[in-house]
């Protein structure tokens, strides 16, 4: 039983325009998300957060909204770039001390020029 | 460079064979996590330690054995592994709060084939 969904496994964008990235998850005891970004070889690194106590967290060219009735959260990239083309993943925490993440499956995203 | 190094990065070994993965962070964390990424599948909790106190097995099977010396350490001993177990290994480590910030840094993992 998957807790975390990604269910488009690709995105395709053009560099400049948006990319939105979604992700559902059916555990309501979470109440904080991350999305991180993998490139091929390397481990996955930390992109932005947010809290349930929020809607929305922007960081630069990064805004993650958060939907706690529908129990959606979706991350923009604008505008897009080309080194953005990466592997993104959505995780999500119950708020345990230990920080244990649950995973989406991911989206592989590709910005091209 | 996220301050997790894991070695080696890539590791073939034999079902019979006995191998160990190492993991090293020096960011001050006390929380430190195995994690595994098979093809096509989202990233898979194996493990979690809290100071240096295993506080979480994730049903895994005793062919994986864990060990943290101490908090920056933390190794996976491979023993009489399956070709399924074939994955993509990686550890991570977060400071140890109560509250929110569970943010985990990851090392770049072990690539690991099982002949």
């Known amino acids: 039983d998957q807790q975390v969904k990604q269910n488009s496994p690709s995105l395709s964008v053009q560099e400049g325009r948006i990319s939105i990235l979604n992700c559902d998850y059916t555990n309501s005891m979470f109440d904080y998300f991350l999305w991180y970004k993998k490139y091929p070889a390397e481990g996955p690194t930390f992109l932005i957060s947010?809290?349930?106590?929020?809607d929305k967290n922007e960081d630069g060219r990064f805004t993650v909204f958060l939907n706690k009735s529908a129990k959606h959260l979706s991350l923009h990239i604008v505008p897009s770039q080309p080194g953005d083309s990466a592997v993104y993943f959505c995780a999500a925490s119950d708020g345990t001390s230990y920080g244990k993440l649950t995973f989406g499956q991911g989206t592989i995203l590709t910005v091209h020029p | 460079e996220t301050g997790v190094t894991q070695t080696p990065r890539h590791l073939v070994m034999g079902m019979t064979n006995k191998k160990s993965l190492k993991c090293e962070q020096h960011?001050?964390?006390?929380?430190m996590y195995w994690y595994k990424q098979s093809a096509k599948k989202p990233l898979e909790l194996m493990f979690v330690y809290s100071l240096e106190e295993r506080v979480e097995n994730n049903s895994v099977p005793s062919r994986f054995s864990p060990e943290c010396p101490n908090s920056s350490h933390l190794f996976l001993h491979l023993h009489t592994l399956q070709p399924e177990d074939s994955a993509l290994y990686l550890c991570?480590?977060?400071?140890?709060?109560?509250?929110?910030?569970?943010?985990?840094?990851f090392g770049q993992g072990t690539r690991l084939t099982v002949v």
């Open positions: 991570a480590s977060s400071p140890r709060r109560s509250s929110r910030d569970t943010e985990a840094f």
């Open positions: 960011l001050g964390h006390n929380a």
């Open positions: 947010i809290s349930s106590i929020k």
